[in-house]
């Protein structure tokens, strides 16, 4: 009876969205899942735009290949899936749609953001 009166509670709960709102672009590192369907926009934190010129980017970033070294803002690590990422940006290809954009580099020392937030 207890159970079954726990699950009717529990049913009553609204249930939340998947992804609460958008994040900081100066807070992301760990593991990062890049996604590219536009359906699945509602399911990503943020939306990003990969900038070919470092000067223009908000945030460089490096990749690492381990996700256990991702600890720092601008190390990430590209995650398998969706469900095992610390976060799921949406890649869009107009700038004007993105809420930040990165630019990959290839030294470590220089990942990191370029705003002052």
Same mark, same amino acid.
């Given at each position: 009876?207890?159970? !079954?009166?726990?699950? !009717?509670?529990?049913?009553?709960i609204p249930a939340?969205?998947?992804?609460?709102?958008? +994040?900081?672009?100066?807070?992301? $590192?760990g593991s990062v899942y890049l996604e590219t369907d536009p359906a699945r926009r509602t399911y990503c934190?943020?939306? +990003? $735009?990969v900038e070919? /010129?470092?000067a223009f980017a908000d945030m460089l970033v490096f990749? /690492?290949?381990?996700?256990? !070294?991702?600890?720092?803002v601008?190390?990430?690590?590209?995650a398998p899936a969706r469900d095992f990422a610390d976060y799921v940006l949406l890649v869009?290809?107009?700038?004007s749609r993105a809420d930040f954009s990165i630019h990959y580099t290839t030294v470590r020392s220089f990942a990191g953001c370029k705003t002052n937030n």
């Open positions: 009876m207890l159970s !079954f009166v726990l699950s !009717f509670l529990l049913a009553l939340k969205s998947p992804v609460a709102g958008p +994040v900081e672009p100066c807070k992301i $590192y934190h943020a939306t +990003v $735009y070919p /010129e470092e990749k /690492e290949n381990n996700r256990l !070294f991702a600890d720092k601008g190390l990430w690590a590209d869009v290809t107009d700038r």
